[in-house]
């Protein structure tokens, strides 16, 4: 799209597009869906087993990682080095695409994006939000990014760096949040409940 | 398979080979990113070329993929936020050279 | 500098505020994810995200902005699928107004 110009609301743009469920596609899919299961492409059982399949996917995946690194500093290291391998550890296949998992520090905030499509590590993070995959995030993250914190309620002071990591290309992303303080006795279960899905994009500290 | 040509820390220019070569189709590299000089961060791997799988080809020859960190500020003239602020983008080889 | 620039580049536009919704897929939504995965999966190979992708970005500029995100993948999925001969474009639409007459949908 070139340079966006017009006079109405964005926001209610996307409400509408999300309520108005346009039935002409909907026919559309459900006519591919029935026809390749006539071809014998795939069962009506494979496509039901690929939907109990996506309900194993959450946040809470991503979630069990971060507090398990924040409790083990051995865990935590690996996991920094090989995200995909440390998923495994944890009982989660990311089936061929490479995990990359980003640090945040006293000094460093990250945040993750994919500017072309919407690439996002579902198998951790179970299906991405709308907004991610909305033309405003993707657009603007990367050209504004504390702006774009700042719309979910996230201000990153000065003295720390605002990285944007992009999703161009074969990598999947996930944030590690920093641990918060007064947390020391908390346990993994505990600690895990605290970590929330827009923590493990970025969009929020925790 | 191409042999990989930078290490971490190198610096790299963002080839635009849609210009350059006149490549259609669907490519990675973002515009914004295009012409830009950035530091290598990690070697990803090596990885088919999307310009090739995306029409039913085999990839081949697969291109190792880096991590490239750019300087908001280089990325953008009017950059709005602090001059620490960094941009990492995944690039395919054969869209970077020695810079 | 490059040629024209596709529609789905959009790293640096404006757009406006983001807008904060969570989202939520009907069936045939998440019936659309499953049968990418199906189609993409090692046993099937007859799709890849590449391949997806690149649909996606050859819709035109006005199915791209109009379509859900799973619509998107649907019209893709259906163009591609053609382009490789798994089924046709007649197939399709009798298909489309088959399901048009069962579910009592008007033309």
Known sequence: MTTHSHDHDHSHDAIEALDTSNSDTALVADALRLMLIEKGIFSA????????LMETRSDRNGASMIARAWLDPAYKQAMLKNGTQAALDQGFDTKGTPLVVLENTEDVHNVIVCTLC????????????EWYKSTAYRGRVVRDPRSVLAEFGTEISNAREVRVHDSTADMRYMIMPKRPKGTEVMSEADLAAMITRNGLIGVAEL | MSEALFNVGDRVLVRDLQAEEGVQGHVRAPVYCRG??????????????????????DGAPKQ??????????????????????????EVYQHWLRAA | MSNERGYH????????????????????????DAMMRMLSSPGVGLMKFDELRRGIETLGEDAYAAEPYYGKWARSLCKILIEKG?????ELDQKISNLRSERGLAE
Not at chain 1, 45 to 52: A, C, K, T
Not at chain 2, 82 to 87: F, N, Q, S, T, V
Not at chain 3, 10 to 24: M, T
């Open chain 3, 9 to 32: 580049d959009v790293g640096g536009q404006d757009f406006g505020p983001v807008p904060i919704v969570e989202g939520e897929y009907q069936l045939w939504e998440r019936r659309v």
């Open chain 2, 36 to 57: 830009l000089i950035g530091k290598v961060e990690r070697i990803c791997g090596v990885f088919g070329q999307p310009e090739s799988l995306a029409y039913g080809g």
């Open chain 1, 45 to 52: 059982l494979d496509i039901q087993n690929q939907l109990e």
């Open chain 3, 86 to 90: 798994v089924l046709t474009q007649d």
């Open chain 1, 118 to 129: 919407s690439c996002y590590p579902v198998t951790l993070l179970g299906p991405s939000p």
């Open chain 2, 64 to 89: 190792p993929l880096y991590r490239v960190r750019f300087s908001m500020s280089d990325v953008w003239s009017d950059y709005a936020g602090e001059a620490a602020d960094h941009i990492d983008i």
